[in-house]
């Protein structure tokens, strides 16, 4: 099986779906020379790309090659020059590590044992406290 994203004219994912596997093509209908093609011409207006499962950071999660940067979700977008799919941006701050597709912060996030929350108005990781009773 494999999965499949369909992208609307604003290159923004609108459904996920899971159908045939890429490498099945002796049951692909005729006429179609891959399942992006066909699955495309179910979704009116859409755009059909599959979407790796395992791809997460442009990172493949059993060490094989990242694709598409992410896995597609509904809302994400599609970054057609650069073929990955890109999550929403979280702050208006972050900006875009293309070494991984994702929005990281202008500043690196302390590394020790504290939990940290973003701050936007300050521009800063700030320690979340505890909730009651957790200290």
């Given at each position: 099986?494999?999965?499949?994203?369909?992208i609307?004219?604003?290159?923004?994912?609108v459904?996920?779906?899971?159908?045939?596997?890429?490498?099945?093509?002796e049951?692909?209908?005729n006429?179609?020379?891959?399942?992006?093609?066909?699955?495309?011409?179910?979704?009116?207006?859409?755009?059909c790309?599959?979407?790796?499962?395992?791809?997460?950071?442009?990172?493949?999660?059993?060490g094989?090659?990242p694709?598409?940067?992410?896995?597609?979700g509904?809302?994400?977008?599609?970054d057609?020059?650069?073929?990955?799919f890109?999550?929403?941006?979280?702050?208006?701050?972050?900006v875009?590590?293309?070494?991984?597709?994702?929005?990281?912060?202008?500043v690196?996030?302390?590394?020790?044992?504290?939990?940290?929350?973003?701050?936007?108005?300050?521009?800063?990781?700030?320690?979340?406290?505890?909730?009651?009773?957790?200290?």
């Amino acid at each position: 099986m494999a999965n499949y994203a369909f992208i609307d004219t604003d290159n923004l994912v609108v459904e996920v779906i899971t159908g045939k596997d890429e490498d099945d093509l002796e049951t692909l209908p005729n006429d179609f020379t891959s399942w992006e093609e066909y699955y495309e011409t179910k979704r009116e207006g859409l755009t059909c790309l599959r979407t790796s499962f395992n791809t997460d950071a442009n990172k493949h999660l059993d060490g094989k090659t990242p694709f598409r940067g992410n896995y597609a979700g509904i809302g994400m977008s599609y970054d057609s020059a650069n073929d990955v799919f890109i999550k929403e941006k979280e702050f208006d701050s972050w900006v875009m590590d293309e070494a991984t597709w994702s929005w990281v912060a202008p500043v690196d996030k302390p590394n020790d044992d504290n939990l940290y929350g973003w701050n936007e108005e300050s521009l800063a990781w700030e320690v979340v406290p505890p909730a009651s009773g957790e200290e």
